[in-house]
């Protein structure tokens, strides 16, 4: 009983505190029938404040603190074919293409690489989104709004405890919007935001926290390579600590996964102006699927659509 009860506490530890690499992992085990969420966002200034909301008073923000594990939105989508970083005009050739006679193995091989499905790449802006790119245009037409962000991406389709947060920054016109935000489902999709509304001063900063960030698809490359040596440490430790007699429950998750924490990197910067922050959305909501959701603030706002593929 003792046995069992440890195996099913560490497999919830494992499973409720994955890290941006087993997340991957993870993924690469069901990627055949993963669910996959895409989201369409927007964040968006409001100019026009009403005479009420300037006289709310809001409390004063503490140090933004970033969560454990992020994944970064890629504004580059991912190429079939990768770009040239530079063409030389003697290096111009006529490939030599290689001929493939229609076998019954051949074509056999061919229906094959015919079926297999092809998944999007995730965590990266979808290009030619030219329904998001006209709310934009619109928006930023309009006396009384300023899209400060917009992105659409796929991401996988998971629990709360078991999704790892997307980071967003972008700055426009001396006000910056950032933070996290983290889109899941259980029963039904949620949304949970922290972003920041933040204005440029006439202070100059020497150093600026930077958040420790993961490529998703760097990290799905890793997972599935050969080369990839990363050890199993769940076996290693049910071989080793559940055969030890004597164990410390309370120090348990300790043992199976050390505080992988990471401090926020401090980096350098030259001739950078800082940033103020000004407000907060910091809100966990319930979405309805398939359509535009507004998160509200009289000063800016969060404009989300999340769909189930």
Do not use: C
Request: proline letters at 4%; zero cysteines; hydrophobic letters at 35%.
């Amino acid at each position: 009983m003792l046995l069992s009860f440890l195996i099913s506490l560490v497999f919830k530890v494992l499973v409720f505190s994955l890290t941006p690499a087993e997340f991957a992992k993870e993924f690469t085990s069901k990627a055949e029938g993963a669910e996959l969420l895409k989201i369409d966002l927007l964040i968006i200034q409001n100019l026009s404040i009403d005479e009420i909301d300037l006289q709310e008073k809001f409390k004063d923000l503490e140090e933004y603190v970033f969560s454990k594990h992020l994944f970064e939105l890629s504004e580059e989508t991912t190429k079939l074919v990768p770009s040239p970083k530079s063409i030389v005009r003697e290096e111009f050739f006529t490939p030599n293409l290689k001929t493939l006679s229609l076998t019954s193995e051949n074509e056999e091989k061919q229906k094959e690489y015919q079926q297999k499905k092809v998944l999007p790449y995730l965590y990266e802006r979808i290009p030619f989104q030219q329904e998001i790119l006209d709310m934009k245009d619109n928006l930023d037409r309009s006396r009384d709004f300023r899209v400060l962000y917009y992105n659409s991406w796929y991401q996988p389709s998971e629990r709360k405890d078991t999704t790892i947060p997307v980071y967003l920054e972008a700055e426009k016109k001396g006000k910056k919007v950032y933070g996290e935000l983290k889109v899941y489902k259980e029963r039904f999709l949620h949304l949970n935001s922290n972003i920041r509304l933040a204005e440029k001063t006439e202070v100059l900063v020497n150093e600026k926290v930077k958040p420790n960030l993961s490529n998703f698809q760097t990290l799905l490359n890793l997972s599935t390579s050969e080369e990839d040596k990363i050890i199993d440490e769940n076996s290693y430790w049910v071989d080793t600590i559940f055969n030890t007699v004597k164990v410390n429950l309370g120090n348990l998750s300790n043992f199976i996964i050390p505080n992988r924490f990471i401090e926020p990197v401090i980096v350098e910067v030259k001739d950078e102006y800082e940033y103020k922050d000004l407000y907060e959305i910091k809100k966990e909501t319930k979405l309805n699927q398939d359509f535009f959701n507004f998160i509200d603030h009289p000063y800016f706002s969060i404009l989300i659509r999340v769909q189930e593929y």
